[in-house]
């Protein structure tokens, strides 16, 4: 088996580094403070926002692959295992942030799960933009860059604020862009994402409707309807998609074994889990790891 994932922590806890940004040209980050090495896929227990100003590569994410377009934006919420392939034209800019750092002043519900790029499942954590919106950011970009490059004791108060402006225009313009598409104005638009966050907090100990229904104060029928009418999918097959996610990483990114996967992801009969998993993907799950360690090692 192929060396297992890496997950990459925020460097040691300064206000400095818990917000920081780099300006990247060509295949490689060339900054020495850069936290990680970004040959193989990994993931990160900090949230990672990509700005692409000439796209040129391929971002791997959650086995999904993505042509890297200029003018666009992909989220990384953490956990989320991916891989950027620059090319030598490439130029963006990469920030990195710990939740903290972001929610220091939220006393009740964390603002990063409002974001429908962050922490969701059932949405693509991409924004491709045309030039006159993009440059918008850009220019948000930019100033966060010099405030960060002129570091002082004002500083980290500041880039929370240019942050939170960035990241809520970037939900401006997802949600008109993808206002069809993903029916960001329905009126239960935000139930559905108060559902994927309760999701990604309790996945691995919660797997019935009924229990998701009964948090949010609902009836397991409604909660079905809702999330049906915005996703396409009932509320069981996004919290079986979000199982299998994690099984798929398990078993390609830890040595853990089938049955050891299936404890974890709170499955007690592990023939059932195995089952499940081959229903959904097609494969048993170690047919899945050997393809998939075959890929990666090639």
């Known amino acids: 088996m192929g060396e297992p994932i890496k997950t990459y922590e925020m460097p040691e806890i300064t206000n400095q580094r818990a917000f920081q940004i780099y300006e990247v040209q060509g295949k490689t980050i060339q900054s020495k403070t850069y936290p990680h090495e970004t040959t193989r896929p990994h993931r990160h227990r900090y949230y990672e ?74 949405l693509i954590p991409i924004l491709n933009l045309d030039p006159a919106d993009f440059n918008e950011l850009l220019v948000l970009i930019l100033q966060i860059r010099k405030e960060y490059l002129q570091w002082n004791g004002f500083t980290s108060d500041i880039l929370r604020n240019y942050l939170q402006i960035f990241l809520i225009k970037c939900k401006q313009y997802y949600m008109s862009y993808f206002a069809e598409q993903n029916k960001t104005m329905d009126p239960h638009f935000s139930l559905v994402q108060q559902f994927n966050a309760l999701l990604e907090q309790r996945y691995k100990q919660v797997h019935q409707v009924q229990d998701y229904a009964n948090l949010m104060g609902l009836s397991p029928a409604n909660l079905n309807k809702y999330v049906r009418n915005i996703t396409g999918f009932t509320a069981g097959e996004i919290i079986l998609d979000r199982l299998m996610l994690q099984a798929k990483r398990y078993l390609i990114y830890t040595d ?18 195995s089952r499940i998993f081959k229903r959904k993907t097609g494969f048993s799950p170690s047919d899945f790891r050997r393809i998939e360690n075959e890929k990666y090692q090639h």
């Open 256 to 273: 853990l074994s089938n049955k050891q996967i299936a404890y974890q992801l709170n499955y007690q009969d592990p023939s059932y889990f």
């Open 49 to 122: 926002v990509c700005v692409f100003v000439n796209g040129a590569g391929r971002h791997d994410i959650d086995f999904e692959s993505h042509v890297i377009h200029s003018n666009s934006v992909h989220f990384l919420s953490p956990g989320q295992v991916h891989l950027i392939s620059r090319e030598n034209d490439y130029h963006g800019y990469l920030m990195v942030f710990s939740r903290d750092f972001f929610a220091l002043e939220a006393y009740h519900e964390d603002p990063l799960f409002q974001m429908p790029f962050f922490n969701n499942p059932t």
